[in-house]
């Protein structure tokens, strides 16, 4: 488990680097940065029977979409996904203490947009880190299990503006990892606020 939370925190590091250099980059050009957060359901779709979240994942999604040219931009995002409770041990009458699936991204990439009257639509595709724990099934015991891996996917969604400042977003993602040592397909849809700065 040190292992893997040593390598998520790298991908956070090497995502927030990535965000740094962009903006670095591009700071000559003045880019817009909208800020956005918002709430995630996702279903993930395992080939391992024996695996599994406890049905679908609720969470939160955070990140900033950093304009590098007209209708181009980079997205870096950050998701928190969560499951059902489960308590590792014998199936019949489990000892260990109370766990939650959980499955963590940190992922960054290209976004393309257009815009009319004041609605944007926007593609975009993302690649990083995934974290996860899930619940392992055996003959008669239950257990918990830890993993990270490379996650990238595609998505899409619309934004519109509220006022000046203030805006909302809906969005659907696909991703694809090999958490737990299988083909891992995840599809996330998200609702949230967008924030546009003032700038200086």
Known sequence: MCVSRARLRDARTITILLAVLLLASAAAAQPAVRVIGG????????????????????????????SVRDHLGVLVRTDGLFGGVFRPGFVIRPLGDE??????????????????????????????????RARSMGIDF??????????????????????????VEADVQYRRTSLFNQTLNIVEIGAGVVVTPRKR
């Open 142 to 167: 239950l257990s918990a299990v830890d993993d990270t891996k490379f996650v990238g996917g595609v998505g899409g969604g619309v934004q519109t503006r509220v006022t000046a400042l203030i805006g």
């Open 99 to 132: 766990m939650r699936s959980t499955l963590y991204t940190v992922t960054a990439g290209p976004r393309v947009s257009m815009t009319s009257h004041d609605i944007t639509v926007f593609a975009d595709a993302l690649f990083g880190m995934a974290h996860g």
């Open 39 to 66: 709430y995630l359901y996702a279903h993930p779709g395992f080939e391992d029977v024996k695996i599994s979240t406890a049905g679908s994942l609720n969470g939160w999604s955070a990140g900033a979409d950093i």
